[in-house]
């Protein structure tokens, strides 16, 4: 691993701890923002409990993490989340608005502590992830 991935993996997992340090429940105020900024995403989540809400939020969690330690689970996220996600109409932008929503929650919950390196540690992340979300849709 390079050292900007390495600093990048550095500032992601850093800004986790102190998170968890605050021992908050992201997912209540990450859904929240999201649903306010896709109405779209509301109706798609429509049903879903609370709980599954935490799970999905737990695998974007790891998958950050895998994309800023070289991305071991881009495959995965590749050849299953993605189409499965397409098939219960989840569109592209949807994704940039749950990586949007997720950045506006860790600002809320580090308040002071957010910094813009943290910031831009996880938009890189959330870089190559919607990459490869464009590149399934092109393939399509």
């Known amino acids: 691993m390079n050292m900007v991935a390495s600093d990048q993996q ?11 340090e605050k021992d908050i429940d992201l997912t ?3 859904y929240r923002h999201l649903f306010s900024m896709s109405p779209d995403a509301a109706d798609v989540f429509e049903g879903i409990p609370v709980s ?14 895998s994309c800023s330690q ?14 499965l996600h397409d098939d219960l109409g ?3 932008g949807m994704y940039h ?4 929503a997720l950045i506006v929650t860790l600002q809320d919950v580090l308040g ?10 996880w938009r890189l992340q ?12 092109e393939s399509e």
Do not use: C
């Open 52 to 65: 599954q809400q935490g799970l999905m939020l737990t695998k974007v969690l790891e998958l950050i993490m």
């Open 10 to 20: 550095a500032l992601v997992e850093e800004s986790l701890n102190l998170v968890a």
């Open 70 to 83: 070289g991305g071991e689970k881009i495959p995965e996220f590749r050849e299953y989340d993605i189409p």
């Open 112 to 121: 002071t502590d957010w910094s813009d390196k943290y910031e831009d540690a």
């Open 97 to 100: 608005d749950y990586f949007e």
């Open 90 to 92: 989840v569109t592209p």
């Open 28 to 30: 209540p105020s990450v």
């Open 126 to 137: 959330f870089q190559k992830l919607i990459a490869e979300v464009s590149l399934h849709s």
